[in-house]
């Protein structure tokens, strides 16, 4: 059974990007990290500075019915599209799980709103890299 861990924009410099905010492990690290706790799952880690690429990646998600772990980055923020789509997920009986490595409500006044939580099975933010092994947890938990 896969699970997708999908990534929005400037995800992909994780580990150099503001490391004193978002931390020092790259996005492989973080993917090692979650692959080796959980044998049984085929995690895939996939990130893009694309809305149009995430959104169908969330398309072939409900076509192969697979659980979706999703940071959307800024574009939590403003992408009624993003929104759209991961609203699809959740209708179609799927976990589809927002995280944050940061706390957005403790920053900037625009990054206190996402869009896709109210969309959302939950939401889990401001742990760092450990906000994706909480969403791991819950998935395979469910
Ligand atoms: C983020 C928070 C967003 O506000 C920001 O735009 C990101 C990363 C986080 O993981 O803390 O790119 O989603």
Redesign the pocket.
Known sequence: QSIWVIN????GRLGT?QPE??GTQTGGDIHAVLQGEHPQWDIQWKQSNDEGEIIGWLHEAIDGAIPVVL???????YSYALRDACAMVTEAGLPLIE??????AA??E??THSVISAVATGVI??FGAD?YRLALAHITAR
């Open positions: 929005g924009p400037n995800l990007r905010i978002y940071n959307p980055a800024a574009f939590s923020h995280v944050h490595l940061s706390n957005p920053r900037e625009f990054r933010q401001g906000s």
